[in-house]
């Protein structure tokens, strides 16, 4: 009791409290900086009775406001969205606020269009430099409709509408460091409209051989990338049908949007899962194709093993993965039962063949008949240590291990889990 009573009394001397928060608080958020708190009490106060803010689609973070230097003078204004129902009738609106040191005034208030939800937001600037304008897309009824505010801190300030589209691709296509936008436009075919200048009216038509029936899902590739050794940019359009993925690119010709023909062929034709993607992370996107490796063997009643190759595009229209058009850059096999990818070396390239027997999954030398790998995958619930075995990965539902008296442990870190 003597040492209770000491150390309360050093406690009180020290200037500390002997009181414990009380539980609520520490749920409670941590505060907002000034301003921020600031900026939200001024939107509640702004903000019509009965309104409904929403966040663009494409953001990353939904938020109240986003934050974007309109005037580009090195200071944010703060551009919050809303909604208004009048009769059953959807409208977005827009409220803009200016900050004065740790406080904000409003500096604008904008209707958008008619529409129940915000598909698109980009920010583009304007040939001069001297300011940045919106670009928005509006989804009402299920259809986007483009829309382009230009001067919105100006009394001038315009709203025009572009077009209806189903895809919107917003970047520099041809690479002369101004973005430039692309629009997918449904239908039997469909539409491809380029803008060089995305605020000017002019624009190029093209068309993609889509049919009846044909699929964009969400997970569909409608984006810009670098697709070639020469590092030039193009369009990549992916679409489903008949349970099989197509991909059709498409690059500029004297600002001319024109479909990239390999050989007699004008798209790449594969299974779902083999989108393009920059494997080898150089910078260019390579093309996937899968193909099932003589000898391949799978368990009774499955499909045989395949195996998915990488191809660099060299720029010639030869056949895609038959002819020297397309450079092999890397192999995997990716295993979707068991959610791992095993990235072959350099020197597995077209000599592998894979057997999946039980829980077993094999990597075989065609030439020699070797086994080069050989990974086990264990139900977590199952798995036992043993000095025979090294674990090598865990994942939610498996353990994964290989045989510890073989030579296996080189190609360990070629084993990456996709949960």
């Known amino acids: 009791m003597k040492y209770l009573f000491m150390i309360i009394s050093s406690l009180l001397l020290a200037g500390c409290s002997t009181m414990f928060p009380h539980p609520a608080s520490l749920l409670e958020h941590p505060s907002l900086p000034a301003w921020e708190q600031s900026l939200k009490e001024r939107i509640d106060r702004d903000l019509p009775k009965q309104a409904e803010i929403v966040a663009p689609r494409n953001q990353a973070v939904s938020r109240l406001y986003e934050l974007v230097d309109l005037d580009r003078n090195g200071k944010d204004e703060a551009i919050t969205f809303y909604r208004s129902e009048q009769d059953g009738r959807f409208t977005i609106h827009l409220l803009v606020h200016e900050r004065q040191g740790e406080k904000w005034r409003l500096v604008a208030r904008q209707t958008v269009a008619d529409g129940r939800a915000i598909d698109r937001l980009e920010v583009i600037t304007d040939a001069r430099h001297k300011q940045n304008h919106l670009v928005i897309g509006i989804t009402s009824y299920g259809e986007n409709t483009l829309y382009i505010i230009e001067q919105l801190l100006s009394k001038q300030r315009d709203v025009t509408k572009v077009d209806r589209y189903d895809r919107l691709s917003v970047a520099d296509l041809n690479q002369d460091r101004e973005r430039d936008m692309v629009l997918l436009q449904k239908g039997s075919p469909s539409r491809l409209i380029y803008y060089k200048d995305i605020l000017s009216k002019e624009h190029q038509e093209t068309t993609l051989s889509t049919q009846d029936g044909d699929l964009f899902a969400e997970h569909d590739l409608f984006e810009v990338d670098t697709i070639n050794a020469a590092r ?188």
């Open 232 to 419: 030039n940019k193009g369009l990549i359009v992916s679409y489903t049908r008949d349970a099989k993925m197509h991909i059709a690119l498409f690059r500029l010709a004297n600002d001319t949007l024109e479909q990239v023909r390999f050989g007699q062929v004008d798209e790449i034709v594969e299974p779902m899962y083999t989108f393009p993607k920059d494997v080898d992370q150089d910078g260019i996107v390579e093309f996937g194709h899968q193909y099932t490796p003589e000898g391949s063997k799978g368990r009774e009643g499955e499909p045989k093993p395949r195996i998915t190759a990488y191809y660099t595009w060299n720029g010639s229209d030869n056949p895609p993965f038959l002819e020297s058009g397309f450079e092999l850059r890397e192999e995997q096999y990716i295993d979707q039962e068991y959610n791992f990818v095993m990235r072959f070396p350099a020197n597995w390239a077209t000599r592998e063949t894979i057997e999946k027997r039980e829980n077993r999954v094999r990597f075989i030398n065609r030439e020699t008949k070797q086994i080069d790998f050989e990974l086990e995958v264990i139900p977590k619930n199952q798995y036992i240590a043993s000095d025979q075995k090294r674990k090598i990965k865990e994942g939610i539902d498996y353990v994964y291990v290989i045989d510890a008296t073989k030579e296996y442990e080189v190609f360990v870190n070629r084993v990456t889990l996709v949960e």
